[in-house]
């Protein structure tokens, strides 16, 4: 009964006027305690002169504690302030006794009122010893019986310093689930074997999957601020080894009011472990370079697409153009920037491939710059569909990129792929095409046309971590590719802000390439996602190899085999040098790729592609057979010759 009661009523908070109440019973009972210690138990004193001063004594200890408001704290929640207000209000208590014993001397007051300086300073001392007291032995009484009789969670904190202390009274202090913090957990030997707050530091290495058995440990808090992100994989490594929920507590700039709430310690992501700089929305170049201009941003409610509209959304811009053919994700985004107090954007449905709906949106809205994100990218899909791809990632990018020409954009942002590097696949070869096209209508174009290129983005619609939770969800098992297969990450916001960036330093003709850091072991990331969910591999959820799909293969490419790279004064953002094309003869080619499009002959269209793009071989593909074809035709070509 007494746990049911401790869970359906944590929320209440004992009444403030019940506080009061039993903060005047204590101080007249320690009044009526001062005169004892000072007469002895005989009260050899006479004691009409007390019957007297009792009701005045309460009525100023009542004027005292609602003058400071010392009974207004929650008691369960008592802290230095707390005991701080109850200070103050027992001195403004004592100071009113001493006026009305100087008055009574001076005759001003009756003499009944004469109480001894002895009393009032016995007095003194009692209440702040008891009243404090009183409110700690209340406080940890409630945890105390809470946590033998509810369903308490037992929880250790990563790391002993001022961030674990706070987390430590934040958890203790959340009415709304039953924790109890049993240890830290701290790498500094000096703080090992000791106790803070009455709880001990334990060694890292001491951290066991026995000492969590054997202490029935559910949850693990990383409370370590401005955490190195290879120190946290580190620890996150070890302790999800352990039968244990992992958890992290935010940034400091992100805690509300700058106080931790229970709320912000979330479960560790796989985003918190990848090795990404934060993103720093302060950025005086792309400022100056948004300022009061028209941005349009094509697949606005993609994944890249709808990222760049918040970024962006946070500078000086006159107005945002969002296209995109998707009505309700454009929808959703629609109403977040609005709940933000966001009015200076319009959202437009529409599909790039429409040249004259484009035309239109172009005429009246005069954009400064275009971020073209609007594509397919679906490995397998496009595998399957090469004439989608090309109507999309070629035909649409290059209605853009002329309209854009025709109406004098500033800067035209194209959105690429390391896909599109030595492509193996229908879906990078026409975003390497596109490339081809951008670069060569610059050297005809007043506007700047700058292309960004980068590998797998944590999160976004479609890519392996999304799948990987809805597997994880319905119990698995996890589909991988292949064993060894291995991608570039990098997180959504990080990626957008550097398609910004980029746009912002291009000067026109280049392809900036983004540093993705080390490539992930896909095989890995399933196994540590597992254990990120507190499970096990292969105990609770298994990993199935399901083969190379069409077009995928094992190991991407940020650059191609003629390229290198030169650096900007930005070290995440490289520039690609390549050899020059003969832009005729590639504007030919995908003119004619664009009208053998409208025959809907795969086979034909995707030969077309592997003639503009001869680096583009197939991986296990349906089109394999022609990159065979086109092997035998140039041995026999060489054998003729020779």
Not at 66 to 73: F, N, T
Not at 469 to 475: E, L, Y
């Amino acid at each position: 009964m007494i746990k049911n009661y401790l869970i359906n009523n944590s929320h209440r908070h004992a009444s403030k006027w019940l506080v009061l109440s039993i903060d005047v019973l204590i101080t007249i009972f320690n009044f009526f305690l001062a005169y004892v210690i000072r007469f002895g138990i005989t009260l050899n004193f006479d004691t009409s002169n007390l019957v007297y001063q009792i009701p005045i004594v309460a009525g100023l200890a009542i004027l005292s504690f609602l003058l400071i408001g010392s009974y207004k704290g929650v008691v369960r929640h008592t802290g230095m302030r707390d005991a701080y207000n109850l200070f103050l209000a027992v001195t403004v208590l004592i100071a009113l006794t001493g006026f009305l014993m100087v008055s009574s001397r001076l005759s001003l007051m009756p003499e009944l009122l004469n109480i001894p300086v002895s009393i009032i300073c016995i007095h003194y001392m009692l209440n702040i010893i008891t009243l404090t007291t009183s409110r700690l032995l209340f406080k940890y009484c409630y945890y105390y019986i809470k946590s033998k009789l509810g369903e308490t969670s037992r929880v250790l904190i990563y790391g002993a310093g001022d961030s674990g202390l706070i987390t430590q009274a934040a958890i203790a202090n959340d009415s709304n689930r039953s924790s109890a913090v049993i240890g830290f957990i701290d790498d500094n030997s000096q703080k090992i074997g000791k106790t803070i707050n009455g709880i001990k530091v334990y060694s890292s290495t001491a951290i066991n999957q026995n000492f969590i058995t054997k202490n029935a440990i559910k949850e693990i808090v990383v409370s370590i601020p401005h955490i190195d992100k290879k120190r946290l994989a580190e620890i996150s490594d070890h302790l999800l080894k352990l039968s244990v929920v992992v958890k992290i507590i935010p940034a400091v700039n992100d805690w509300i009011d700058g106080k931790l709430n229970v709320s912000q310690i979330k479960e560790i992501q796989i985003e918190d472990l990848l090795d990404r700089a934060p993103i720093c929305m302060d950025n005086q170049n792309i400022k100056r370079e948004l300022d009061n201009k028209v941005i349009m941003i094509t697949g606005a409610a993609g994944s890249i697409g709808s990222e760049i509209v918040r970024q962006a959304s946070y500078y000086n811009y006159k107005n945002l153009v969002l296209v995109d053919q998707a009505e309700s994700p454009l929808y959703d985004l629609q109403q977040e920037l609005l709940s933000k107090g966001i009015t200076n954007f319009t959202p437009i449905v529409a599909d790039i491939r429409d040249h004259q709906r484009i035309e239109m949106i172009f005429e009246k809205h005069r954009p400064n710059m275009v971020f073209h994100a609007a594509a397919y990218k679906h490995v397998p899909l496009m595998e399957s569909n090469p004439c989608e791809a090309i109507k999309i990632n070629v035909l649409g990018t290059r209605k853009l990129a002329d309209l854009s020409s025709h109406y004098g954009v500033d800067k035209f942002v194209f959105v690429s792929t390391d896909k599109a590097v030595n492509p193996t696949n229908v879906m990078g070869a026409t975003k390497r095409v596109a490339e081809m096209y951008i670069k060569c209508l610059h050297s005809t174009s007043k506007t700047k046309f700058i292309t960004t290129r980068f590998g797998n983005v944590l999160g976004s619609n479609g890519s392996v971590i999304p799948l990987f939770k809805k597997q994880i969800a319905k119990g698995g098992p996890l589909t991988v590719t292949h064993q060894s297969v291995t991608r570039f990450f990098m997180t959504i916001p990080e990626a957008s802000q550097l398609v910004i960036e980029a746009g912002t330093m291009g000067n026109g003709g280049e392809i900036f390439i983004f540093d993705m850091g080390e490539s992930v072991k896909i095989f890995d990331l399933a196994k540590k996602m597992i254990r990120l969910s507190g499970l096990n591999y292969p105990e609770d959820i298994d990993i199935k190899i399901t083969g190379l799909r069409p077009g995928e293969k094992l190991y991407e490419e940020l650059l191609a085999d003629t390229e290198n790279t030169l650096p900007t004064y930005h070290k995440k953002i490289m520039i690609s040098k390549f050899d020059d094309n003969d832009c005729a003869n590639v504007k030919d080619k995908i003119d004619d790729l664009c009208i053998m499009n409208l025959l809907n002959q795969d086979h034909q269209i995707v030969g077309k592609l592997k003639e503009i793009v001869p680096e583009y071989i197939s991986n296990n593909s349906t089109f394999e057979s022609i990159d065979k074809i086109n092997k035998e035709t140039i041995q026999e070509k060489q054998e003729i010759l020779a």
